[in-house]
């Protein structure tokens, strides 16, 4: 049974109020990929989106009964973030913009594979980084997720859960065809 990332993070989220406590880290393990990317996607550095995150999650902590619907964790986690990002941005008196918009990981390749790595990473994210507004939060947040709950990503940003497919059908096409058209992409 293939069950959505929403009703995980709302089961492991109840049982986390019901006093079983190792729940909130199955909470962090589903939620955190998508919440890093909403962080990113607000131009936080990788610093402002560790802190946002880590802010959310101890707020969820502290507010965890006042979340009347379990349903709703998700979204309500995924606005504070972007709220919190939004402040800490703020406070650094400067609006910071990632190169790629994804969070940096150390891996195990050599300098060579990096250097091409990072230049396919650099002109993915700069075409995505072309693509329409709505196009780019979808696509960062849906890519990111292992199994997307629409209706949670709906919530998040205020589309209908029936658009969320088709759209990202069509933002997909148009960065294809970006892609397909630049003489430097290598498919």
Not at 80 to 100: F, H, I, N, P, Y
Request: aromatic letters at 6%; hydrophobic letters at 45%.
């Amino acid at each position: 049974m293939n069950t959505s990332l929403g009703a995980q993070a709302a089961s492991a989220f109840v049982a986390y109020r019901e006093g079983d406590r190792g729940q909130l880290r199955t909470l962090v393990t589903l939620l955190t990929p998508l919440l890093w990317h909403t962080a990113r996607a607000q131009n936080a550095t990788k610093e402002v989106a560790e802190d946002a995150i880590q802010t959310a999650w101890l707020r969820l902590v502290d507010a965890a009964d006042s979340i009347t619907d379990p349903k709703g964790v998700v979204s309500w986690l995924v606005i504070t973030v972007k709220r919190e990002s939004w402040r800490l941005l703020r406070l650094a008196g400067r609006d910071v913009t990632s190169e790629w918009g994804v969070p940096e990981t150390a891996d195990e390749t050599t300098p060579e594979d990096l250097a091409i790595t990072s230049d396919q990473q650099r002109l993915l994210w700069g075409h995505v980084n072309d693509l329409p507004e709505r196009c780019r939060t979808l696509l960062r947040v849906i890519a990111f997720a292992a199994s997307p709950d629409y209706a949670g990503v709906a919530a998040s940003l205020g589309m209908p859960v029936g658009s969320i497919g088709p759209t990202r059908g069509r933002c997909l096409a148009r960065l294809r065809s970006m892609l397909l058209s630049d003489p430097s992409w290598e498919a």
